[in-house]
């Protein structure tokens, strides 16, 4: 295998334009009158933009409460890291407490987004419960934290990235990348 | 040239002027400050971020404001604050600047926020810290006050986004202003067109024309068609001699009141750092008006002291 080789991941998986539909119809069970629908950046704001439509145009479900979280403040590896270029203002526009909140994140990894997310949600208020929606679980969790809902799930390498990318019209598409390999602690995923 | 500012990889180190610092990385805090001001209002207003770091205000000189919301900025990002009045500590009992940073550094600080009354002070403690530790400058003599230039941007940019097509006008003791440099370069550095400055020919420092801004003695004419008036305090306290007849004079003349700001395009803006002056520099009328910003700038400078505080204490582990 070539290092640092970016290519399409539907040698293994179905198109992300179809995990997405496969996810609408998992997720549609799921919405009850007080769910908000709620995306981590960046990733899981384009699913939550496109399931918004899948759901509201097709199954004729409205005005579904959501917001966008940037996890940004919250993560475990701040330190490290330090703040992304493009970091964008959260946003929940409703009232969190007592309410349902699915959280929908692209790729599903080590849990250590998921665990941000959370946090950053208390803060906010005390919902009634936090439901996971992942497009695709990798594998490869690190916390007891595994999503409720996905589109599909692989087990991945630790030296292999698999990432949600968006086109300039909105298109939505996987990228399997292999990293050059490192040494297995400290590792930073998203 | 070695910037002091940044790190090798051009990512914020400390803060000390907005000169040198280049476009993008005066967007970068601009940018991020946007998302400090929805964390005010949230229910729990703290995030984790400078959690487990300690921050010392270390004031040399006097500040209410401005030692304030810094200490909300370190608070609202979980840091814990130790904020000394250093004028009634031990620099009174003879103690040297770098002994009482020695010994600040010692007890684990993390963050240094520096007001001194000479220029240059916070340079002089940057270059003395070791690598882990970092410098914020909150005003030094008539040098630079880098997070007020900053959020006086932030502000100005929430009401008139497009910076490119501004006229801004500085009023004041120019002279004696850190905060009138530090807003000329900042407005020059994000390339806001046209910069005036309107001030008596004392309280203007030689060759101000220089950094780039078109000087006006007239206020009347200097206000004319600006989208922004920037009013500076008439600083008593660091004038020596006699540099102006008497307030009442001053007021008359460079005083902004209603009737001098209609001059201006009707929708201008109008900030002033305070403490104001009300009936010297501006008038109660115009402070509490319809175009005053003046209170708003107090709160974004929170969110502007944490997205400093943050950008410097992430991304120490190489890049991301």
């Known amino acids: 295998m070539s290092s640092n080789n970016i290519k399409p991941a539907d040698s293994q998986l179905a198109s992300a334009e179809e995990l997405l539909k496969t996810l609408a119809k998992k997720l549609q069970p799921l919405l009850q009158a007080n769910t908000a629908l709620v995306g981590i950046q960046s990733g899981g704001v384009w699913l939550l933009q496109r399931l918004l439509v899948l759901l509201e145009k097709d199954i004729a479900i409205h005005a579904i409460e959501h917001g966008t979280l940037d996890v940004s403040f919250y993560r475990d590896d701040y330190e490290k890291r330090g703040l992304k270029a493009e970091n964008r203002p959260s946003q929940i526009p409703f009232d969190v407490d007592n309410k349902h909140i699915i959280l929908i994140d692209d790729v599903f990894y080590t849990g250590r987004t998921t665990r941000a997310a959370m946090n950053e949600l208390f803060d906010y208020g005390r919902p009634a419960s936090i439901s996971l929606v992942a497009l695709v679980n990798r594998g490869g969790r690190e916390l007891p934290i595994v999503p409720q809902i996905t589109a599909a799930d692989i087990a991945l390498e630790a030296t292999q990235n698999l990432q949600l990318v968006q086109n300039s019209d909105g298109h939505l598409s996987l990228e399997l990348q292999s990293l050059p390999l490192q040494s297995s602690s400290g590792s930073t995923p998203e | ?320």
């Open chain 2, 1 to 320: 040239m070695n910037n002091p500012q940044l790190d090798t990889d051009g990512r914020l180190r400390h803060l000390l002027s907005i000169e040198g610092l280049p476009k993008k990385i005066l967007n970068q805090i601009l940018d991020t400050a946007e998302s400090f001001v929805g964390v005010a209002e949230r229910e729990v207003k703290k995030v984790p971020l400078l959690r487990g770091k300690t921050v010392c205000n270390l004031f040399f000189e006097n500040s209410t404001r401005t030692r304030t919301t810094f200490e909300i900025a370190a608070k609202r990002l979980s840091a814990d604050v130790i904020s000394l009045n250093v004028n009634t500590s031990s620099q009174s009992k003879g103690e040297t600047i770098l002994d009482t940073v020695d010994n600040l550094i010692a007890m684990h600080a993390d963050m240094f926020v520096v007001r001194h009354s000479q220029s240059g002070a916070a340079h002089f403690i940057a270059k003395h810290v070791p690598n882990h530790i970092h410098v914020i400058n909150a005003g030094d003599g008539r040098h630079s006050h880098p997070t007020q230039g900053l959020l006086d941007m932030f502000t100005i940019r929430k009401y008139k986004p497009d910076l490119h097509n501004l006229r801004v006008a500085i009023v004041g003791d120019v002279l004696h202003s850190r905060v009138a440099r530090s807003e000329i370069h900042a407005l020059t550095t994000l390339g806001v067109p046209e910069v005036r400055v309107i001030a008596p020919k004392t309280l203007l420092p030689a060759h101000v024309e220089k950094l780039g801004v078109h000087v006006f003695h007239d206020l009347q004419a200097g206000l004319k068609d600006v989208d922004v008036v920037m009013m500076l305090r008439l600083q008593n306290e660091r004038m020596n001699g006699a540099m102006l007849p008497s307030p009442q004079e001053y007021f008359k003349t460079y005083g902004l009141t209603q009737e001098k700001l209609n001059l201006a395009k009707p929708d201008a803006i109008v900030l002033h750092p305070g403490p104001m002056n009300r009936g010297v520099e501006i008038d109660s009328s115009v402070a509490d008006g319809a175009q005053s910003v003046i209170l708003p700038q107090v709160t974004y400078g929170i969110a502007i002291r944490m997205a400093v505080m943050a950008m410097l204490a992430g991304g120490q582990g190489g890049q991301a």
